[in-house]
């Protein structure tokens, strides 16, 4: 069975980014005991990313690289954002430990939108935090196989996502 819409994708790779030294950096690996599982076409992944996997199949092989503006776009400095350091109170105290530099805390805006904020700063009176994706402004590289390609069931269609191995629970 060959990748394409609709289709129960299951990966290993390793990923590496180019560091600033135009060296390669591994920074993810998904391993036979834990792969990547997503739902083609519906991933939410750079459309690039899922171009370079269509029509491959179980046991074919892959290699291929992103660059910024094919991942996760350019870094974004607007994306940095001070905030009142109040906003991380509950019950009128702040944990320390929850504002530590390098911290991924889930957030949400205005509009309820989620999305994720990495500490990069904490002041006495404000946090700043950085809500550019992980992989922003980095050129990726992908080396890997395709371990497993199935047919969606129609709850996994129904609901956007993967069920059960590798996949979400309900």
Known sequence: MQIADQKVVTLTYDLSVTNDEQAKQLVEKAEADSPMVFLFGMSGLPEEFEQQLQGKQPGDSFSFTLS???GYGEY????LVDLPKQVFEVDGQTDAEMLQIGNYLPMSDNHGNHLQGKVVYVGNDTV???FNHPLAGMTMHFDGQVVDVRDATKEELDHGHVHGEGGHHH
């Open 68 to 70: 910024p503006e094919q």
């Open 76 to 79: 974004d400095q607007d994306a």
């Open 128 to 130: 700043k935090m950085d």
